[in-house]
């Protein structure tokens, strides 16, 4: 069975930083890019980032660019969502998600397993 396990979430103060890791377990995600999603209480899910299947391309959420960074480790079959200079704003459960294909996307609709997400909380 497929499972997708986010950690590393927690309480932080505004312009701290935290590194989200998602693992996965059942078969390998090498070939399938990877993303991040997030869901504020009483908002709808929104893209944060995402990774094609090799690591060569990423694209962000505007957002968070140039304050969050995506990367992965294809031996550890883990993605890693580095987050800097956080805001009250970025609270939400973040998710990861597994694509589809092998180019990543910023459309929920193109994810298939999905993590049970990790709450981060941002203090003012």
């Known amino acids: 069975q497929v499972r997708l396990v986010e950690s590393g979430g927690g309480l932080v103060q505004h312009g701290g930083s935290l590194k989200l890791s998602c693992t996965a377990s059942?078969?390998?995600?090498?070939?399938?890019?990877m993303g991040w999603f997030r869901q504020a209480p009483g908002e709808e899910r929104e893209f944060v980032a995402t990774?094609?299947?090799?690591?060569?391309?990423?694209n962000y959420a505007d957002s968070v660019k140039g304050r969050f960074t995506i990367s992965r480790d294809n031996a550890k079959n883990t993605v890693y969502l580095q987050m800097n200079s956080l805001k009250p704003e970025d609270t939400a459960v973040y998710f990861c998600?597994?694509?589809?294909?092998?180019?990543?996307?910023?459309?929920?609709?193109?994810?298939?397993?999905w993590g049970q997400g990790t709450q981060v909380t941002v203090s003012s």
């Open positions: 998600a597994a694509s589809n294909s092998p180019y990543g996307s910023n459309n929920d609709i193109d994810y298939a397993d």
């Open positions: 059942g078969r390998t995600f090498s070939n399938n890019a």
């Open positions: 990774i094609n299947w090799i690591g060569g391309r990423t």
